[in-house]
């Protein structure tokens, strides 16, 4: 195991931060995974997972059974992981900018694009290794002038030339599901088996320029652009993986959950081994445009009717918001059929808040369809 330090920019004298990355296993020459955990700082479910996976990658590491680079970065957020205000943890946004952390990391695709034209080949394993290289000096090249900037860049750096891409989020109250994208599925299936994922959520771009997009995106983006003379290869696939909600965070889930990924890695080719047999896929995956944020039009006390994991008619009551001055009770539905996923933490509920999200079959939002 090889531990490599990355100084963040430093906002205020005093203040500096580091990102820490564990590397096991061979170089990247043979193959990268990269995995992180806790870009929103008030996820600590993944945080666990990656400790339990550090064990088990040493052991792994040290019986020879490593067959690529295995990236781990347990703390992607020390900026956001410092927010505790007055007792409660913060995390998501950054204070100074009101920035998502998991949002705007660089595009490249123009400039990688512009940077191999005139080279690509008929050999797509060239191509692949062009476009890499080109990737990984347009990133040494951007300069960041805040500590932000800095945070993305350093992940960015970390991971670009990886052959996946796993970060490790959760969600308020949730069952475990995951977003990835329609071309990425079929290679991302195995890990809904093992982990049990409940809802997945397809996307080619939901528009924010999240971490697991901007590597996806870019050879998305080249194979559009070149795809017609030249065989462009998706060299990177990511996967958020939401690994239930914010409480979840115990041994007994986490060693699975380590477990599920090691099993996936062995499937995948990364780990020497015999594959797990794979489990049923607990849900079918559906478009991440076909998901229902279900808000609430009035304020009030939230009580759910329906639990995490409950699949619901269209119509159906998830919850009762109750105003306890003017007895007003009012019932919120969701519209259409689908898996409700996750819910809310709160339990007083502010007029026009998304108070659940179910993962409808069909497909009917478009533009960005992130949360905030
Ligand atoms: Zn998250």
Known sequence: ??????????????????????HFGPTSARGKIYIQSSLHADEMPGMLVAWHLKQRLAELEAAGCLRSEIVLVPVANPVGLEQVLMDVPLGRYELESGQNFNRWFVDLSEEVGNDIEGQLGENPQRNLHLIRNSLRQALARQTASTQLQSQRLTLQRLACDADMVLDLHCDFEAVAHLYTTPEAWPQVEPLARYIGS????????SGGQSFDECFTLLWWQLKERFGEHFDIPLGSFSVTVEL????????????????????YLIHFGAIAGEPAPLPDLPYPATPLAGVE???TPAGGLLVFTALPGEYLEAGQLIAEIIDPISDRVTPVHCTAAGLMYARSLRRMATAGMVIAHVAGAEAYRSGYLLSP
């Not at 409940?198 to 771009?205: C, G, K, Q, V």
């Open 244 to 263: 239930r909600g914010q409480g979840d965070v115990n041994h007994p889930l986490a060693s699975l959950d380590c477990q599920a990924i090691i099993d």
């Open 293 to 295: 944020p279900v808000a």
């Open 198 to 205: 409940e809802a997945s959520l397809l996307a080619t771009d």
């Open 1 to 22: 195991m090889r531990h490599q330090i990355h100084d963040l920019q430093s906002p205020l004298p005093g203040t500096a931060r580091q990102i820490h990355s564990f």
